[in-house]
């Protein structure tokens, strides 16, 4: 299995950055993620956060797995601006997607969130879920290159009165 550039990671991580500025134009928490095909050029789906259970990648995660075979998605690479939490790395782990790319840390997120009452971090960073598990998906991130536009996004966010 080949893996993706890093010209190719910075341009879906801008790309999911996009996603995230999008949901946050909607109303919702700044969270983009995006899937990208086995030739680490064709974005397949795109998803920002709808709310606080069905975060970016989760939800994309869901129609993955839904529209592609288990297989396929193993070749694929799922690009998301923060980290995956515990839930969302459960769900890349059971929708069989083989690789992850993400921006920020969620250690790096939460120094910018604090206790916000919408964003109560869990410290279980994605590479311990699947380090617990049978499959070995490989991980990148966080990705020096983009952390300052996704933090741009997130710190203009997380200041805004609740």
């Known amino acids: ?17 996009q996603i995230a500025q999008v949901a946050m134009a909607e ?19 795109e998803q920002g956060n709808v709310d606080a259970v069905n975060h970016a990648e989760l939800t994309l995660m869901q129609r993955a797995y839904a529209e592609f075979e288990p297989a396929f998605l193993w070749d694929c690479t799922l690009y998301t601006t923060v980290e995956p939490c515990v839930m969302c790395a459960g769900a ?25 009452a919408a964003n ?6 994605c590479r311990y879920v699947f ?12 990705i020096a290159a983009v952390e300052a ?14």
């Open 92 to 116: 890349q782990y059971w929708a069989n997607v083989g690789r992850l790319v993400y921006g920020i840390s969620e250690l790096l997120l939460l120094r910018i969130t604090g206790d916000h």
């Open 27 to 45: 109303g919702h928490h700044p969270f983009g993620a995006i899937l990208v095909a086995p030739d680490h050029a064709t974005v397949l789906l």
């Open 1 to 17: 299995m080949n893996n993706p550039t890093s010209v190719q990671m910075i341009e879906h991580l801008q790309r999911a950055n």
């Open 120 to 125: 109560p971090t869990l410290n279980v960073p």
């Open 131 to 142: 380090d617990h598990g049978q499959k070995a998906i490989r991980v990148w991130g966080p």
């Open 149 to 162: 536009e996704i933090l741009a996004l997130h710190q203009g966010f997380w200041r805004q009165p609740t």
